[in-house]
Nanobody, 118 residues
């Protein structure tokens, strides 16, 4: 059974930093592309970043230069380092496993809340 468990969210002031983690199990983690996706209050899902099995990364324009996605395949863990946080980054952040050979996601974590407020 695939499990994705996020942690690391919380309340932070504007300009602050947080590091999110996603512990993965039940599948060969190193073989899959993984993403972070967020949902702000009252809005739809918004893709944030992706890292493929080879370590290549991509980011939504609004987080480029502020967020860094990474993975530790030995620990089966995905990370999102978030710096220079803004109030508009407030959302529930989900990690998601990309379905092999597609642009779809077939497994999601339960999410972790990030609130950026003074």
């Amino acid at each position: 059974e695939v499990q994705l468990v996020e942690s690391g969210g919380g309340l932070v002031q504007p300009g602050g930093s947080l590091r999110l983690s996603c512990a993965a199990s039940g599948f060969p983690f190193s073989s899959y592309a993984m993403s972070w996706v967020r949902q702000a209050p009252g809005k739809g899902l918004e893709w944030v970043s992706i890292i493929d099995s080879g370590g290549t990364t991509n980011y939504q324009d609004s987080v480029k230069g502020r967020f860094t996605i990474s993975r530790d395949n030995a620990k089966n863990t995905l990370y999102l380092q978030m710096n220079s946080l803004k109030p508009e980054d407030t959302a529930v952040y989900y990690c998601a496993k990309r379905k092999a050979g597609t642009r779809d996601y077939d497994d999601w974590g339960q999410g972790t809340q990030v609130t950026v407020s003074s």
